[in-house]
Nanobody, 127 residues
């Protein structure tokens, strides 16, 4: 069973920054396209950002583009989500997701494209 473990959530004031990390399977992490999703109370899970296996391809939700940056370090088996200029509406549980695929360039935006999920980490932005 593939395990993804998120960390880095917390409480921050509006305008502040947080960096989330998600560690995946050692030895095969570079075979996984990775993504970040979030779910606020009473809302459906929504796409935030995704990155290709190589790290050369990234894509973002409109609501976070220009404020969030997804990156990965395959040597450390870790994907990151740097979140700047945080807003109260960014408050949610953030989940990382992974999917083992052949294509090293593709990014995946739909939750149903991902086979593996982390347990989630809470991000709370106060106004």
């Amino acid at each position: 069973q593939v395990q993804l473990v998120e960390s880095g959530g917390g409480l921050v004031q509006a305008g502040g920054s947080l960096r989330l990390s998600c560690t995946g399977p050692a030895g095969s992490f570079s075979s996984y396209a990775m993504g970040w999703f979030r779910q606020a109370p009473g809302k459906e899970r929504e796409f935030v950002a995704a990155i290709s296996r190589s790290g050369g391809g990234t894509t973002y939700a409109v609501s976070v583009k220009g404020r969030f940056t997804i990156s990965r370090d395959n040597a450390k088996n870790t994907v990151y989500l740097q979140m700047n200029s945080l807003k109260p509406e960014d408050t949610a549980v953030y989940y990382c997701a992974g999917n083992r695929i052949w294509d090293i360039y593709i990014t995946q935006r739909r939750a149903d494209e991902y086979a593996y999920w982390g347990q989630g980490t809470q991000v709370t932005v106060s106004s």
